[in-house]
């Protein structure tokens, strides 16, 4: 089995570049299962109803998010009916919405969880780590593959956390950042990990937004509003190999197109 997981989706031209990459990347590779971060699928911040059923209709198994998730007002309209749309786990008690799901493909049971960091974020979380091994234990006996997509800053939190998790989950991917890292690896117990995937929108950009604001910021520190910038888009994820029988991983790989 193959399972792809797509970097922060970068406003509406991002997930046009998915439309695009996905049947080629289906056929190329035999993906049997997608994960999609879809954050920033909003104009760069949030999601919106109309785009997540964009995704679900490309063939999307799972859609995560982040720090963005609350930043369309039209969330609340829908997170908590969507059966295919998570938001981190780790947020507090009460909050709409859930961190995990467990989906049959296969013949396999798959539970996705979605976590968020703490270091640099600036939102107020439980624990990532104790939340994530809490729900991972309360799911271990009834799944046969846990994935985690830890959207995090920091890569320290997000490397420890990948050890953490090491024969506990099948795959913790990192999201956030949106700048690819080539730390793929398949960890001693078995784990695949990954710090980042990279994200899914445009190219000549800083991490999606447009370049000319983003340096005016850092020039002149006064508050101008972030635009996502135009242009060719890029398409970054990664793709892990399961075994049918026993459910460990084979193969890890990092893709940019
Ligand atoms: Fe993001
Ligand atoms: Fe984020």
């Known amino acids: 089995m193959k399972i792809l997981a797509v970097g922060d989706i970068i406003g509406e031209n991002g997930l046009r570049k998915a439309k695009e990459v996905l049947p080629q990347i289906k056929e190329k590779e035999n993906i049997d299962f997608i994960i ?11 999601i919106t109803r109309k785009l997540y059923e964009q995704m679900i209709e490309m063939g999307v198994d ?5 720090n963005h998730t609350w930043a369309k007002k039209e969330i609340f309209t829908f997170i908590d009916t969507e059966k295919k749309l998570i938001r981190p786990a780790n947020y507090p008690e009460g909050v709409p919405g859930k961190g995990y799901v467990i989906t049959e493909k296969n013949g396999k049971k798959i539970a996705v969880i979605n976590l968020i960091g703490r270091t640099e974020m600036n939102i107020l979380t439980e624990n990532p780590f104790i939340i994530g091994k809490k729900i991972i234990n309360s799911l271990k006996k009834e799944v046969d593959i846990i994935i985690v997509d830890f959207h995090a800053e920091a890569s320290a939190e997000k490397i420890a956390m990948g050890y953490y998790l090491d024969g506990e989950a099948n795959i913790v991917f990192g999201t956030h950042t949106h700048v690819q890292t080539a730390d793929e690896q398949i960890l001693e ?15 000549k950009s800083v991490i999606g937004m447009d370049v000319d604001v983003s340096i005016k910021r850092f020039v ?3 508050p101008e509003r972030y635009k996502i910038a135009t242009g060719k888009c890029v398409f970054s994820g990664c793709i892990f190999e399961i075994n049918d029988d026993t459910c460990r991983i084979t193969n890890i790989k990092r893709v940019k197109m």
Do not use: C, F, H
């Not at 999609?36 to 949030?46: D, K, L, P, Q, R």
């Not at 799972?62 to 982040?66: D, E, I, K, S």
């Not at 117990?189 to 190219?203: C, N």
């Open 62 to 66: 799972v859609v995560t998010l982040g």
């Open 220 to 222: 002149t520190t006064l």
């Open 189 to 203: 117990k078995g784990t695949a990990y990954i710090t980042d995937i990279g994200m899914t929108g445009p190219k």
């Open 36 to 46: 999609m971060n879809g954050e920033n699928s909003a104009e760069g911040m949030g």
